[in-house]
C-alpha cells in the first residue's frame, strides 16, 4: 500500500489509482523527489489518511465503489492543508462542478498526462501545502471588522444583481456590471472582495479577466453563476483561474446567500495570509487575444495599488 523512508523529511505524496500501472508508474516517477504513498481505491486511501497526513493527494475520477470527487470531499476534512489533484481522462459536467465545490482541488490533470506537467503541478502542490500549514501554526487571521467589501456581479442581464442583492439582504453591498470593462471600472473605485461572474459577457468568455485577477490580486475570490456550463470551460476556470464554486442558474436563495458568506470569508482570509496565496496559483497566465482585451488585462494588473488600499 505504501512506500516510505524512515525519517524522510520529502514531502509525502499519495497518488490513488485503481489500476496498479498507474501507480507503478507514479512510484517510479516521483520516489526520488517524495514519500510516495499509494491506494488503490477510495476507502483505501480514507484509511491511510486517518493515520497518516500527506501533503498532496492525486487521485483518479473513476474508480470502483468511490469516486475521486467522493474521495477528495471526505480527505478535504481529514486533511485539509493538503493540496488536491484529480486525473481525469473524460469530461462529466456534473463531476467537475462536485470537485470544484465539494473538493476544491487545485487541478485537473487529464488522462494520459504529460510527465514534465505533472511533476511541475505536484511540485507546486507541495510548496502551497508546505505554505498552509505555516498559515495554519500562525493561527487564525482577525475576524473581520466594520462593513464587509462589496460583491460585484458581472452579467449580460442587468436584473441579476438585483435579484442577487434582495437574496443577499441589507448586510452586503452588491454592485453590477454589464461588461469586462464597467467591472474593472467598479474595481478601481470599489471595494471589492468577491467577483460572481457568467462565463461569457457580451459573447466574450471571462476566463482572461478570471485568471489575471487570481494571479495579480490572489486574496479576490471568483463565483460563476451560469446557465452556460460545460466540462471543457468549467476545467479551464479552476486551473487558470483558481475558482472558488462554480453555480448553476436559476438562482437558489439559501445556495447563493450560503456561497457569497462563505466567499467573503475566504476573501478575508487570504487578504490576512499572504502565505496562502499559493494554495490558490493559476496554472499560467491566460493568453491575450486582441489589443483591446490586452489593455484591459493591464488595467486589472494596475488594480495593485487600489485594491491594497482596500484590503
Known amino acids: 500500500m505504501t512506500e516510505t ?24 516517477l516521483f520516489r526520488s523527489q517524495y514519500q510516495v504513498f499509494t491506494a488503490e481505491g477510495g476507502a483505501q486511501a480514507l484509511e491511510l489518511l486517518k493515520t497518516q497526513p500527506v501533503d498532496v493527494i492525486v487521485s483518479d475520477q473513476r474508480m470502483p465503489g468511490m469516486t475521486g470527487i467522493e474521495l477528495l470531499r471526505v480527505a478535504r476534512d481529514l486533511n485539509p492543508n493538503a493540496m488536491r489533484i484529480l486525473l481525469t481522462g473524460y469530461s462529466d459536467l456534473s463531476a467537475i462542478i462536485g470537485s470544484i465545490n465539494e473538493g476544491e482541488i487545485f487541478r485537473f490533470v487529464s488522462k494520459p498526462w504529460a510527465n514534465e506537467e505533472l511533476s511541475t503541478t505536484v511540485a507546486r502542490a507541495v510548496a502551497a501545502a508546505r505554505a498552509s500549514e505555516a498559515a495554519a501554526a500562525a493561527g487564525d487571521a482577525p475576524a ?39 467591472a474593472v471600472d467598479l474595481m478601481e473605485r470599489e471595494r471589492i472582495g468577491v467577483v460572481i461572474s457568467e462565463t461569457r459577457v457580451q459573447s466574450n468568455p471571462v476566463i482572461g479577466l478570471i485568471g489575471t485577477l487570481k494571479q495579480h490580486h490572489p486574496e479576490l475570490v471568483s463565483v460563476i453563476l451560469t446557465d452556460r456550463a460545460d466540462a ?33 470569508r475566504q476573501h478575508h ?7 496562502l496565496h499559493q494554495r490558490y496559483e ?12 490586452g489593455k484591459l488585462l493591464d488595467r486589472i ?5 487600489a485594491v491594497k488600499r482596500w484590503v
Open 301 to 305: 494588473r494596475s488594480l495593485r495599488t
Open 144 to 182: 473581520p471588522v466594520g462593513q464587509p467589501p462589496g460583491v460585484l456581479v458581472l452579467d449580460d442581464d442587468p436584473t441579476v444583481p438585483a435579484k442577487i442583492q434582495e437574496i443577499l439582504g441589507g448586510d452586503f453591498r452588491v454592485v453590477g456590471a454589464t461588461t469586462m470593462d464597467q
Open 232 to 264: 471543457g470551460t468549467a476545467i479551464e476556470l479552476i486551473n487558470q483561474g483558481q475558482i472558488y464554486r462554480f453555480i448553476t442558474k436559476p438562482i437558489h436563495d439559501s445556495q447563493c446567500k450560503i456561497t457569497v458568506s462563505s466567499a467573503l
Open 5 to 28: 523512508t524512515a525519517a524522510s523529511p520529502k514531502a509525502r505524496v499519495l497518488f490513488v489509482d485503481d489500476e496498479p500501472r498507474v501507480l507503478t508508474t507514479m512510484r517510479v
Open 282 to 293: 493559476v496554472a499560467a497566465p491566460p493568453p491575450t487575444v486582441t489589443a483591446s482585451a
Open 269 to 275: 482570509r487570504l487578504a490576512q495570509s499572504p502565505e
